[in-house]
């Protein structure tokens, strides 16, 4: 079973600051079954990115994925106050089936 | 518009089997490629998939979980139904449903209901 490993486990920054964040596999992943969701407290997850670097509906433009094979990034340009959460990485496995998270990265307020 | 709403019991005792509905609307389970699937997570840890069920009726299940899990599908009232059976404290959660539109990635969620185990 793949493992998803996100670094850091928390990114202290400033409003306005970037943000990069990195999820990497235990063996290859392919690009298109690589997610990124944000969690932020007493909520479900919304997803933000999904095939590694599309953006899901309504998603802001700030937002973007990249990578492939076993290392995958979330970019946040310009963090909003909004963006401050958790957020994860997850993939999908096709055989057996199954859908694997991260353990999260939490971007807080420096 | 997409929604899915999870209903149970908040409070379990150990050894008991748990019974979870999500019921949703704007979507049919019965749509070619449609799926969804439960998910949970303990306070303050991450995200653990649970199952899923299919258009067509194909279940899928956590390998580390299958023995304890049931998921199955009331089209007709828009519903999937999750059992977990001999619940324990550490099984203590939110548990959410979520849809699956392609099969790799989960576009809506539920609110999520807390589902605590204690005796």
């Known amino acids: 079973e793949i493992v998803l490993t996100q670094s850091p486990g928390t990114l202290s920054l400033s409003p306005g600051e970037r943000a990069t964040l990195s999820c990497r596999a235990s063996?290859?992943?392919?690009?298109?079954?690589l997610a990124w969701y944000q969690q932020k407290p007493g909520q479900a997850p919304r997803l933000l990115i999904y095939g590694a670097s599309s953006r899901a509906t309504g998603i802001p433009d700030r937002f973007s994925g990249s990578g492939s094979g076993t290392d995958f990034t979330l970019t946040i340009s310009r963090l909003e106050p909004e963006d401050f959460a958790v957020y994860y990485c997850q993939q999908y496995g096709s055989s057996p089936r199954t859908y694997t998270f991260g353990q999260g990265t939490k971007v807080e307020i420096k | 518009q997409v929604t899915l709403k999870e209903s149970g019991p908040a409070l379990v005792k150990p050894t008991q089997t748990l019974t979870l509905t999500c019921t949703f609307s704007g979507f049919s389970l019965t749509t070619n490629g449609m799926r969804v699937s439960w998910i949970r997570q303990p306070p303050g840890k991450a995200l653990e998939w649970l199952a899923r069920?299919?258009?067509?009726?194909?279940?899928f299940y956590n390998t580390s979980l299958n023995t304890r899990l049931t998921i199955s599908k009331d089209t007709s009232k828009n519903q999937v139904v999750l059992t977990m059976t001999n619940m324990d404290p550490v099984d203590t959660a939110t548990y959410y449903c979520?849809?699956?539109?392609?099969?790799?990635?989960?576009?809506?969620w539920g609110q999520g209901a807390l589902v605590t185990v204690s005796s």
């Open positions: 069920i299919d258009w067509d009726d194909d279940k």
């Open positions: 979520a849809r699956i539109p392609t099969g790799t990635y989960f576009d809506f």
């Open positions: 063996q290859s992943v392919s690009s298109s079954y």
